[in-house]
């Protein structure tokens, strides 16, 4: 440490910290399932994957530590990745960094100190070297530790692991580098939590109808933005332009420490072929996201469908329906109908209407204790038609017939 | 020798000259529904992918009728209809009397201006609603302009209601017709459209809960004599 400071002196230090380390390789680990269900935790540093079974979907080893390798830069981490015949492998390849167990140096290998000290006495400088020697020498000069770690790397010895279980609901929380107070950086680290919600998602083939991100604040309650789907979704990109619009709008009081995401409500996803001449679902596919966006930015409520509903107060005799939900079955009403409905009727003070047609008397509701008893006409002002009523309080406009 | 010949009109044809006398043929149309109307639209309807702008001064002269032909037929080839930043309630029992099917209209309601404008462009650049109808008290051209070129990227009919002092305003939208009552009729004035221009107004008849005698709006039920003049304090 002091060679450090003497080499750096603007040098910062931080402790090491193990809790986040462990979760760190458990986010790693959930994200991983996607690949294997076969993921095991090699702590402190490592996660081991067994992934022999999934190697013709990802197109080949090459394809698959590709694959590896730039969803682990996605998730924020700078991955030493390898592949080998055995677990232990390789482990040892990635510490290594070599392409082959031949050429990899001793000190990859797991090995205490002393044998370290003493492989390099005698000119033993990689694994090739090591292997050559007589496995009789090897275990009376070393032990026999050393002899079974060769074997377990070999495959000669089996290395039984315990598979890591993901958890059941997805919770993740990314400390921030410094705090945040602008969209832009609150969205670039959702991003790897939502990256590693795809990977949870993707390994269970399921969707989200609901997640929820939380900008924690110090000494003060977390903000919350919550996110629902019409459908089950695990799409990185448009889950984060709906929190973008959602964060768009929301005054941020005090800059982020950290973020967490959490999702419950998984449901089954298929993922569908697409079809060979346009596809059908497509539009309707269309739709829904372009729901969730409005709703996202403007409020749920504020997006919605319409519906009749058999009742006679005017003003009840329709029914605000989910976004792209069915409507009930339309039911003709007795007498016109404005097409244009006033919200709350507005009480006529002055103004002349002629009176064309009418009254049409409804008089309803006396069991809910907002019984209404009107007399309702067809009136004209100007060239427009209007629906207006006599009440008890007097004349209300109540539509236009536009 | 002998010159082939072709006739002026086949000429013409052949090369993409526009004729000031003669409509655009637009590419997509929705029948209107008012044949009168078709008649005088550049491609026989509303426009499909452009911006068409109903200027109307007042609720309740018909402005809502006189696209229902054209919402009812969307709907019923299953065609989306969002009803973005709508003055009012459009009100379900009487769009489900006017034949729409109310499964595929959408109301979307945006507190403000700018939220309206936004919304409008996503669901034109979706391209998953087949007609937008989109109330804007007050827009700018470059505004307009943003939204002309959503629209042009996909194919549904997008009709915006202003005022009509808008029509002093420049505007991108290729279609612009003003509505004003005329007795039981709508008086539609084309201010804009690719072609000749059109002097007269169009009077149309759409459908109206009374019936008009004389100029006058008078009720089917009722006797000219019982229409009362009725006098709000």
Avoid: N
């Amino acid at each position: 440490m002091a060679a450090a400071w003497a080499l750096a002196p603007g040098l910062r230090t931080l402790p090491r910290d193990a809790v986040a380390e462990t979760r760190a390789l458990e986010a790693i680990a959930t994200w991983a399932g996607q690949f294997t269900p076969r993921v095991s935790l090699e702590p402190p540093h490592a996660v081991l994957l067994e992934a022999e079974g999934s190697l013709r979907l990802f197109g080949g080893a090459a394809g698959l530590m590709a694959r590896l390798r730039s969803g682990l830069e996605e998730l924020g981490f700078d991955a030493l990745a390898a592949a080998g015949p055995t677990a232990r492998a390789a482990l040892w390849l990635a510490r290594g960094g070599t392409q082959s167990l031949e050429a990899l140096p001793v000190e990859a290998i797991d090995a205490a100190p002393e044998t370290l000290e003493l492989l390099q006495r005698i000119g033993i400088r990689t694994l090739g070297e090591l292997m050559r020697l007589p496995r009789a020498g090897v275990a009376a000069r070393f032990g026999p530790s050393l002899l079974a770690a060769l074997d377990r790397a070999s495959g000669a010895a089996p290395e039984p692991r315990t598979f890591f279980m993901p958890p059941e609901r997805f919770s993740a929380t990314l400390e921030l580098p410094a705090p945040a107070s602008e969209a832009e950086r609150v969205l670039f680290a959702a991003r790897r939590l939502l990256a590693q919600m795809e990977g949870f998602l993707a390994a269970r083939q399921a969707g989200v109808r609901r997640f929820t991100l939380g900008l924690l604040h110090r000494g003060r309650p977390p903000t919350l933005l919550d996110i629902g789907f019409s459908a089950p979704r695990r799409d990185v990109e448009h889950c984060l332009r709906l929190l973008r619009e959602r964060l768009d709008r929301l005054p941020l009081v005090c800059p982020a420490e950290a973020i967490r995401l959490e999702a419950s409500g998984l449901a089954p996803l298929v993922d569908a072929a697409p079809g060979l001449f346009g596809d059908p679902r497509s539009e309707a596919e269309g739709w829904e996201r372009l729901t969730e966006r409005l709703q996202a930015r403007l409020g749920e409520a504020r997006v919605h469908g319409l519906a009749t509903h058999p009742e006679h107060r005017p003003e009840r005799a329709w029914r605000a329906t989910p976004a792209g939900g069915a409507a009930g079955a339309a039911e003709a009403p007795p007498g016109s109908r404005p097409l244009w409905l006033l919200e709350p009727p507005r009480r006529l003070e002055e103004g002349d209407f002629a009176v064309l047609a009418g009254p049409e008397r409804i008089e309803s509701g006396w069991w809910d204790g907002e019984d209404v008893a009107r007399d309702y006409f067809i009136a004209a002002r100007g060239g427009s038609l209007a629906w207006i009523f006599r009440a008890r309080e007097g004349w209300f406009l109540h539509g236009w017939f536009a | 020798m002998t010159v082939p010949t072709a006739s002026l009109e086949a000429i013409l044809h052949r090369h993409p000259v526009w004729r000031g006398a003669g409509l655009a043929p637009a590419a997509r149309a929705v029948p209107s529904g008012h044949a009168a109307l078709d008649r005088e639209l550049p491609g026989g309807g509303w426009p499909a992918g452009a911006l068409t702008e109903l200027l109307c001064a007042r609720h309740g002269v018909g402005e809502l009728q006189l696209v229902m032909p054209a919402l009812v037929a969307l709907t019923r080839a299953e065609g989306r209809i969002a009803w973005l930043a709508p003055p009012h309630l459009p009100y379900a029992p009487a769009l489900a009397a006017a034949g729409l099917r109310l499964e595929f209209l959408t109301v979307v309601r945006a507190p403000g201006r700018r939220d309206a404008l936004w919304a409008a462009e996503q669901v034109l650049r979706a391209g998953a609603c087949r007609g937008l109808l989109l109330w804007l008290p007050r827009a700018g051209y470059g505004e307009l302009r943003r939204l002309a070129v959503a629209a042009e990227a996909g194919a549904a009919v997008v009709l915006v209601f202003r005022p009509p002092q808008a029509a002093q305003e420049a505007s991108p939208a290729p279609l612009r017709l003003a509505l004003e009552p005329d007795g039981a009729q709508l008086a539609v004035r084309i201010l804009k459209r690719r072609g000749a221009q059109l002097a007269a107004p169009l009077r149309l008849t759409i459908p109206r809960p009374v019936h008009a005698v004389g100029g006058a709006l008078l009720s089917p039920s009722r006797p000219r004599s019982a229409v009362a003049r009725l006098c709000l304090a």
